[in-house]
C-alpha cells in the first residue's frame, strides 16, 4: 500500500479554472502539508494541518485552499489558476513535533 | 531557521563510498540533523537523521562532527538507483508548527 498518494498525478487546464488535488495518508500520522516545487527545482511548505486544523499558511495567495475532511485527508482547492501556479505539488505526512515526514509522488500542474 | 550549506553537485563511480557533507555552523543545541533525497521525477525521500551520535540505517550513515556545525552523509557502495539530489536539513522538534525548509541541496552522479 502506498504511504501517501496523490491525485491526479498530472493536471494540464487553462488559465482562470478552479481545480483539486486530493491526497490520502494510510500511516496514521496527524500532521499534514502541502510543497510547492517550481521550475527551478526550489521545494517550498505551502500549508500544514494537524488534526484537521490549519498550522502553517506560508504567505500563499488565497486562491490556494487547503481542505482536510478528515486525519487521513489533505486537499487542495486552486481557484482562478495563473500560469505562474504551474509546478510540482507534493503532499507530505509526519508526526506532530517530529522532523520526518513522508512524501507523495507528485502532483504535476501545468497551466496553460 | 539555521541554514546550510552544501555543495552544489558531487559525482561517484558506482560500488565506491561516497560522503556527502553539509556545513550548519549556526546550528541550536535542540536542531535535529536530517537528510532528504529526491530522485528524478519523484517526491523527497526521507534518508535518515540524528541529533549528536552518529547514526546508521539500512540506507546510509550519519557523522555528526562534535561541535555540530557539520555534518557528513556517507552512502557505502553507491548504485545508480543514488542518483538524486540531497537534502541536508536542520529541524527543531516541539509543537505542531512544524516545516521542513529545503535549500539547493547536492546533486549526485553516480558513474556506471
Known amino acids: 500500500d502506498t504511504a501517501v498518494s496523490q491525485t491526479p498525478k498530472y493536471l494540464v487546464t487553462q488559465m482562470g479554472n478552479d481545480k483539486s488535488i486530493k491526497c490520502e495518508q494510510n500511516l496514521g500520522h496527524d500532521t499534514m502539508y502541502w510543497y510547492k516545487q517550481d521550475s527551478k527545482k526550489f521545494?517550498?511548505?505551502?500549508?500544514?494541518?494537524n488534526n484537521k486544523e490549519?498550522?502553517?499558511?506560508?504567505?500563499?495567495?488565497?486562491?490556494?485552499?487547503?481542505?482536510?475532511?478528515?486525519?487521513a485527508h489533505l486537499n487542495l482547492h486552486i481557484n482562478s489558476l495563473e500560469l505562474g501556479d504551474s509546478a510540482v505539488y507534493f503532499?507530505?505526512?509526519?508526526?506532530?513535533?517530529?522532523?520526518?515526514?513522508?512524501?507523495?509522488?507528485g502532483t504535476r500542474l501545468l497551466v496553460l | 531557521d539555521a541554514k546550510t550549506t552544501q555543495p552544489n553537485s558531487m559525482e561517484s563511480n558506482e560500488e565506491e563510498p561516497v560522503h556527502l557533507p553539509c556545513?550548519?555552523?549556526?546550528?541550536?543545541?535542540?536542531?535535529?540533523?536530517h537528510w532528504y533525497r529526491q530522485l528524478p521525477s519523484q517526491g523527497p525521500e526521507y534518508v535518515i537523521h540524528g541529533l549528536?551520535?552518529?547514526?546508521?540505517?539500512?540506507?546510509?550513515?550519519?557523522?555528526i562532527a562534535e561541535?555540530?556545525?557539520s555534518s557528513?552523509?556517507?552512502?557505502?557502495?553507491?548504485?545508480l538507483r543514488d542518483a538524486a539530489v540531497?537534502?541536508?536539513i536542520l529541524t527543531n522538534s516541539g509543537g505542531s508548527n512544524y516545516k521542513l525548509t529545503f535549500g539547493k541541496g547536492t546533486l549526485l552522479t553516480v558513474n556506471p
Not at chain 1, 43 to 49: A, E, N
Not at chain 1, 57 to 67: D, L
Not at chain 2, 23 to 33: A, E, L, M, V
Open chain 1, 91 to 105: 503532499c507530505a505526512a509526519g508526526r506532530t513535533g517530529k522532523g520526518t515526514q513522508y512524501f507523495g509522488p
Open chain 1, 43 to 49: 521545494l517550498k511548505i505551502m500549508f500544514s494541518y
Open chain 2, 23 to 33: 556545513n550548519h555552523s549556526t546550528i541550536s543545541g535542540t536542531d535535529y540533523i
Open chain 2, 86 to 88: 540531497y537534502y541536508c
Open chain 2, 72 to 79: 557528513t552523509l556517507i552512502l557505502h557502495r553507491a548504485t
Open chain 2, 67 to 69: 561541535d555540530r556545525k
Open chain 2, 52 to 63: 549528536t551520535s552518529n547514526v546508521n540505517n539500512r540506507m546510509a550513515s550519519l557523522a
Open chain 1, 54 to 71: 490549519l498550522i502553517i499558511n506560508e504567505t500563499v495567495p488565497n486562491r490556494f485552499s487547503p481542505k482536510s475532511p478528515d486525519k
